[in-house]
């Protein structure tokens, strides 16, 4: 069973550049395809984007100027920057995967990031 | 852009009773539906695919129905764990994909 976990700084600073790492364990990271979601607090769930282990993306329309996700093989995991951040994308940050691409089957625990001087 | 509509907001049902929660897509996106269940303080986690499958260990009392547009899951009795927030989300047309806003099941 695919297991995934999210890692990276708790605190950004407003205009810098939010990184985070999800390491897949439990299975190949070229099995699935792989998203970022974000959930501000108190909200719903908003689809950031996702890659494929051969480096495919696609990503959401309102953050696409600002998103990059990318896929290190080697080591099972995949990444996600986001740039430019303001107080709006505090949020808890969510690595998922599916077998298709935007089906979810498994999601990480997420991580808590606030923007924030 | 797909817009997914849940109703009710909020949900108030007692335990043992039978749950009935609804989701509108705003254009067709055939079967390909999926509803996830987040309990206070966890990640999601999927409960059904398809608009119809059970995901895997997921209980029988959990069904979901509806293709096209309107969309439907049923908790058949509802068990004090199953108090949560429920979203749908499409995959069927993306960039990008969308989640309902979500409904909050409390205890009556």
């Known amino acids: 069973q695919v297991q995934l976990q999210e890692s990276g700084p708790g605190l950004v600073k407003p205009s810098e550049t939010l990184s985070l790492t999800c390491t897949v364990s439990?299975?190949?990271?070229?099995?699935?395809?792989w998203s970022w979601i974000r959930q501000p607090p108190g909200k719903g769930l908003e689809w950031i984007g996702y890659?494929?282990?051969?480096?495919?993306?696609n990503y959401n329309p309102s953050l696409k100027s600002r998103v990059t996700i990318a896929v290190d093989t080697p080591k099972n995991q995949f990444s996600l920057k986001l740039s430019s951040v303001t107080a709006a994308d505090t949020a808890v940050y969510y690595c998922?995967?599916?077998?298709?691409?935007?089906?979810?089957?498994?999601w990480g625990q997420g991580t808590l990031v606030t923007v924030s001087s | 852009e797909i817009v997914m509509t849940q109703s009710p907001a909020t949900l108030s049902v007692s335990p043992g009773e039978r749950a009935t929660l609804s989701c509108r897509a705003s254009?067709?996106?055939?079967?390909?539906l999926a509803w996830h269940q987040q309990r206070p303080g966890q990640a999601p986690r999927l409960l059904i695919f398809g608009a119809s499958t059970r995901a895997t260990g997921i209980p029988a009392r959990f069904s979901g129905s509806g293709s096209g547009t309107e969309f439907t899951l049923t908790i058949s009795s509802l068990q004090s764990e199953d108090f949560a927030v429920y979203y749908c989300?499409?995959?069927?047309?993306?960039?990008?994909?969308?989640f309902g806003q979500g409904t909050k099941v409390e205890i009556k």
């Open positions: 439990g299975g190949s990271i070229s099995s699935y395809y």
């Open positions: 890659i494929y282990y051969s480096g495919s993306t």
């Open positions: 998922a995967g599916g077998p298709t691409v935007a089906l979810i089957f498994a």
């Open positions: 989300q499409q995959y069927n047309s993306w960039p990008p994909v969308t």
């Open positions: 254009q067709s996106i055939s079967n390909n």
